[in-house]
């Protein structure tokens, strides 16, 4: 079965450098702004800093006037600004009126907590229009409104979470100019009330060492985050190139995070990531960097360390992990995935030295490993990457993924039975790509749902085909967990499948991981399917979370023993102990059991003396194209 990929790299680096732009864009507002008591100075910044922050056409700050009945745009800045600026308006008007009145923000997700009436009246006013509340230290003062989102599109939750934060920035400059300008109008300004505001203008100046402390580190594990970690790996890239040396660069992934998460919550996911850092923190030196990129990935960087160092190294950060952690009750075992890149043989910049490690980590992942060191002639994506996920999404388009069908035979009869279909595609640009890398690009860019309904169209066709001809067997299907957990996913197979006789055509395979996710709607989904005549498979067993218990509560007929319990069963008493009480214990519940991965005729003996009722590998026939598979069938 293709291995499933986590998530990407350059998508995730995107995302941090945006956070740290929207910081550092925070920390210079806090500079300007701190020090300055001119009301118009205070008004401009403001405004143009905002502008950038939530890529408006146009901001405004309407502040309460004296009388409590009106409400000025005294600043703005973007297109029609100055036109509005000065206008005064009665409090209860338009969107302001609102946020006066109720003291929270608006912007369109408001739109579904308001009455149907309500809603027509401000979706038709506001839509496109995001307004929050200006609250000084001693009294409301207005609010800070973006309008018309650059590109066309709506203000969403991030950009209200970021205004929200800029606004309770610049409150209290405000507030203080505005109090400077009405005391000298009023010529009562004094060195007494010029002290007050240089007090408050030290705390905005703090909360700005607060912001810079938040740019470099980790919130949730106080480590140094993307920022930090590109800042000291610079420097010791430079010091490398000066004296001659090498660095090593290890990318640490926490293998089947999510499933922790899903299963126990984020709280108990986070305080695990707080605990998995200081283990790695024991096992790193004060010349040494620890850092978290982000969700579940931890990144190191050695200094003077060659590739065989590296690997020792990691060896270490894996054996700390070997004893339970403990959360609340709660022993979690926990393995991870190491991918390796030194300078300056696997790249000299902190870019190629990050994407490399990436996928080593990757590989490691896949070939289940645990460590895998960069090897630029294995490197599938090391070039063009984005030239092929644009091929890859072509391809989709123009359906040029081929179904190739490897045989499933009974251990008994040694006849073919059934059949796997597993993707392939030659791309005219990249050659052959393995399954593994284009499943993670169509995983990574949103495309695994409409590939994987092309491949059950595509399976059931080619069953029926057989079925009018040579054999009627089932075509076992590969479902990726975040299709069968969509909610548009019964709706879409309903279409494919016409009647139960179809249905009887087809096998799904899913991995035992997805027991993890919400089960009563997992057993409502896989109900259905099976009512359409649909058999399942668990595949890859053995390797995740669930137990013979719990899917013995779902409508599963297999069991596919993973293929790292067969590969050397035959001179691993372990593994074979594993195969054989795996068999006997899904025979008791009344299951068929599928031995993939087998390439040996020791293997294939072994498996009958224990009972296997269905062998799949290489020794039987590798996938072949479906004219092939079926001259297979005929012999």
């Known amino acids: 079965m293709e291995e499933n990929s986590s998530s990407n790299v350059?998508?995730?680096?995107?995302?941090?450098?945006?956070?740290?732009?929207?910081?550092?864009?925070?920390?210079?507002?806090?500079?300007?702004?701190g020090s300055e008591l001119d009301l118009d100075r205070v008004f401009q910044i403001v405004s143009e800093r905002a502008l950038g922050l939530i890529d408006a056409e146009t901001i405004l700050i309407p502040l309460l006037d004296d009388n409590h009945e009106t409400y000025t745009y005294r600043g703005g800045a973007g297109v029609n600004a100055k036109e509005i600026i000065g206008e005064a308006l009665p409090l209860e008007f338009g969107v302001c009126g609102w946020v006066w009145?109720?003291?929270?923000?608006?912007?369109?997700?408001?739109?579904?907590?308001?009455?149907?009436?309500?809603?027509?009246?401000?979706?038709?006013?506001?839509g496109n229009m995001i307004l929050v509340p200006l609250q000084g230290k001693r009294q409301f003062l207005g609010g800070i409104a973006g309008l018309n989102k650059v590109g066309g599109s709506s203000f969403n939750k991030k950009d209200l979470n970021m205004?929200?934060?800029?606004?309770?920035?610049?409150?209290?400059?405000?507030e203080n100019a505005i109090a400077v300008k009405n005391m000298e109008a009023s010529h009562e300004l004094n060195e007494d009330y010029r002290m007050r505001m240089e007090v408050l203008n030290k705390q905005l100046i703090e909360s700005s060492k607060e912001l810079e402390y938040l740019s470099l580190y980790d919130s949730?594990?106080?480590?140094?985050?993307?920022?930090?970690?590109?800042?000291?790996?610079?420097?010791?890239?430079?010091?490398?190139?000066?004296?001659?040396?090498?660095?090593?660069?290890?990318?640490?992934?926490?293998?089947?995070?999510?499933?922790?998460?899903?299963?126990?919550?984020?709280?108990?996911?986070?305080?695990?990531?707080?605990?998995?850092?200081?283990?790695?923190?024991?096992?790193?030196?004060?010349h040494e960097t620890l850092a978290r990129l982000g969700g579940d990935e931890f990144i190191i960087v050695l200094p003077g360390h060659d590739q065989l160092?590296?690997?020792?190294?990691?060896?270490?950060?894996?054996?700390?992990?070997?004893?339970?952690?403990?959360?609340?009750?709660?022993?979690?075992?926990?393995?991870?995935?190491?991918?390796?890149?030194?300078?300056?043989?696997?790249?000299?910049?902190?870019?190629?030295?990050?994407?490399?490690?990436?996928?080593?980590?990757?590989?490691?992942?896949?070939?289940?490993?645990?460590?895998?060191?960069?090897?630029?002639?294995?490197?599938?994506?090391?070039?063009?990457?984005?030239?092929?996920?644009?091929?890859?999404?072509?391809?989709?388009?123009?359906?040029?993924?081929?179904?190739?069908?490897?045989p499933k035979v009974s251990g008994e009869s040694g006849q073919i039975i059934a059949a796997e279909a597993l993707g392939r595609w030659t791309s005219e640009t990249h050659g052959v790509v393995p399954p593994n890398i284009f499943i993670r690009v169509l995983e990574q860019n949103g495309l695994i749902d409409e590939y994987t309904y092309w491949a059950i169209e595509e399976a059931l066709e080619q069953a029926r085909l057989w079925r009018s001809g040579v054999s009627t067997m089932r075509i076992a299907v590969n479902l990726s967990p975040q299709t069968l957990m969509n909610p548009d996913f019964k709706t879409h197979f309903d279409q494919l499948v016409k009647d139960e006789s179809d249905g009887e055509l087809l096998t799904f395979e899913i991995t035992e991981n997805l027991f993890l996710s919400e089960f009563d709607r997992l057993a409502e989904v896989l109900e259905h399917i099976c009512s359409l005549g649909v058999e399942l498979s668990i595949d890859d067993y053995g390797t995740g979370y669930s137990s013979l218990s719990r899917i013995r509560r779902l409508p599963v007929s297999e069991l596919k023993i993973d293929q790292s319990f067969i590969k050397d069963m035959v001179i691993n008493k372990d593994d074979e102990a594993v195969v054989h009480s795996t068999i006997q214990l899904a025979h008791?519940?009344?299951?068929?059991?599928?031995?993939?991965?087998?390439?040996?005729?020791?293997?294939?003996?072994?498996?009958?003396?224990?009972?296997?009722?269905?062998?799949?590998?290489?020794?039987?026939?590798?996938?072949?194209?479906?004219?092939?598979?079926?001259?297979?069938?005929?012999?």
Not at 101 to 126: I, Q, V, Y
């Open 10 to 33: 350059i998508d995730l680096s995107q995302s941090l450098r945006d956070k740290e732009c929207e910081i550092e864009l925070l920390q210079r507002t806090f500079t300007e702004v």
């Open 101 to 126: 009145k109720h003291r929270t923000p608006w912007w369109r997700g408001m739109l579904d907590e308001l009455s149907e009436e309500e809603k027509n009246r401000w979706e038709k006013e506001a």
């Open 163 to 174: 205004l929200q934060l800029f606004a309770s920035i610049v409150s209290v400059a405000i």
């Open 220 to 286: 949730v594990t106080a480590l140094p985050n993307r920022s930090l970690f590109h800042d000291r790996l610079m420097r010791d890239i430079a010091e490398a190139r000066q004296n001659n040396s090498s660095i090593a660069v290890l990318l640490i992934d926490i293998d089947r995070f999510k499933d922790i998460n899903d299963s126990l919550g984020h709280d108990h996911g986070d305080a695990l990531l707080n605990q998995i850092a200081r283990r790695f923190e024991s096992e790193v030196s004060v």
């Open 309 to 406: 160092q590296a690997e020792q190294r990691a060896a270490r950060f894996l054996k700390g992990l070997k004893s339970a952690f403990v959360i609340e009750q709660n022993h979690i075992v926990v393995n991870a995935s190491i991918g390796i890149a030194v300078y300056p043989q696997h790249g000299n910049s902190i870019s190629s030295l990050l994407s490399h490690a990436d996928y080593a980590m990757y590989e490691a992942k896949n070939s289940k490993l645990d460590v895998c060191v960069y090897d630029p002639d294995e490197d599938h994506l090391a070039q063009g990457h984005l030239a092929l996920v644009a091929d890859v999404r072509k391809a989709l388009q123009e359906k040029r993924f081929e179904l190739h069908y490897q």
């Open 588 to 635: 008791n519940l009344g299951l068929s059991v599928v031995a993939e991965g087998v390439e040996t005729e020791s293997a294939l003996n072994l498996l009958g003396d224990l009972g296997c009722d269905v062998i799949q590998g290489y020794l039987i026939s590798k996938p072949l194209p479906s004219d092939e598979f079926e001259t297979l069938i005929k012999n």
